[in-house]
């Protein structure tokens, strides 16, 4: 496939059985969908199952997009369901856990995943609400406009402003607050 085909034109073959198309995409969008969702989760580790997730849910999903708006789009909004549904597994796995006496196994993985802790950044924006994380996760290093994130999130491009201004304000104040300790 030419480098000069459009997502939307690849989608569409994609959806109907065209591999080379559908491989096509995978080559354009995975590392996107990678940091994305490393972004949205903050482990390397879920990002990667939620990455593999979606490239074996894709072909049957690809089926869905209409071509509404980009294709960059609709994979985003996909990303973001993804990392919202491992995070909603991941809490309830946990409250199982607890449930069933396991806090010294959870204490355990707690205190591992401290040891690797993240880069400043990306440990407070697990600390923000996830409208503002997502919001953040797609638009920092320029990886989307306003415009384009507010069509991914379904919001206006207002919201999307406000929303990074207040990211950006809680994340002063908890660098403030650490550094007042």
């Not at 069933?100 to 923000?128: C, F, H, I, P, T």
């Not at 999130?153 to 550094?179: C, D, M, N, P, Y």
Request: charged share 30%; hydrophobic share 45%.
């Amino acid at each position: 496939m030419s480098k000069l085909t459009s997502d939307e034109k690849l989608a569409h073959g994609a959806a109907n059985g065209d591999a080379e198309a559908f491989a096509t995409l995978l080559g354009r969008h995975y590392d996107r969908v990678f940091r994305l969702a490393f972004r949205l989760t903050g482990s390397a580790e879920v990002a990667e199952d939620v990455t593999q997730d979606i490239c074996a849910a894709l072909p049957a999903k690809i089926v869905g997009f209409r071509a509404n708006s980009k294709f960059t789009t609709w994979l985003y909004r996909v990303v973001c369901n993804a990392a919202h549904d491992a995070r909603r597994r991941t809490a309830s796995r946990n409250r199982a856990a607890i449930g069933w006496g396991d806090v010294e196994k959870m204490r355990r993985a707690e205190a591992v995943e401290a040891a690797e802790a993240l880069s400043w950044l990306q440990r407070a924006m697990q600390s923000l609400p996830e409208d503002l994380r997502q919001t953040l996760a797609l638009t920092l290093d320029e990886e989307m406009t306003h415009a384009q994130a507010a069509d991914v999130l379904g919001v206006s491009e207002g919201t999307v402003s406000w929303r990074l201004s207040e990211a950006r304000k809680r994340l002063r104040a908890i660098k403030q607050e650490e550094l007042a300790q």
